[in-house]
Nanobody
Framework: QVQLVESGGGLVQPGGSLRLSCVASGSTLSIYTMGWYRQAPGKQREVVATISRDSRPNYADSVKGRFTITRDNAKNTLYLQMKSLRPEDTAVYYC?????????WGQGTQVTVSS
């Protein structure tokens, strides 16, 4: 069973950048499809970006051109580079891994975009 720990969240001004990291332990990252999700207060959790085992990314329309998802299987780490951040990007960001019908989630990291 894989354990996921996110880091890199924080407070940033509109237009700023952050890079989130998700370190996996207990299993090798390479066997999983991975993803970043987010949940804003009062809203449902939504997908931000996913990346296949062979590193093909997919993005939500709201973040295309601003966010980049990558994976480093040698470091067992998933990344989300976020640029041109907007107040509406404020949320708790979760890392997830998927294998067949199973999924695992991290505890989340808070991203707040505010002046």
């Amino acid at each position: 069973q894989v354990q996921l720990v996110e880091s890199g969240g924080g407070l940033v001004q509109p237009g700023g950048s952050l890079r989130l990291s998700c370190v996996a332990s207990g299993s090798t990252l390479s066997i999983y499809t991975m993803g970043w999700y987010r949940q804003a207060p009062g809203k449902q959790r939504e997908v931000v970006a996913t990346i296949s085992r062979d590193s093909r990314p997919n993005y939500a329309d709201s973040v295309k051109g601003r966010f980049t998802i990558t994976r480093d299987n040698a470091k067992n780490t998933l990344y989300l580079q976020m640029k041109s951040l907007r107040p509406e990007d404020t949320a708790v960001y979760y890392c997830s891994s998927f294998l067949g019908q199973d999924s695992w989630w991290g505890q989340g990291t808070q991203v707040t975009v505010s002046s």
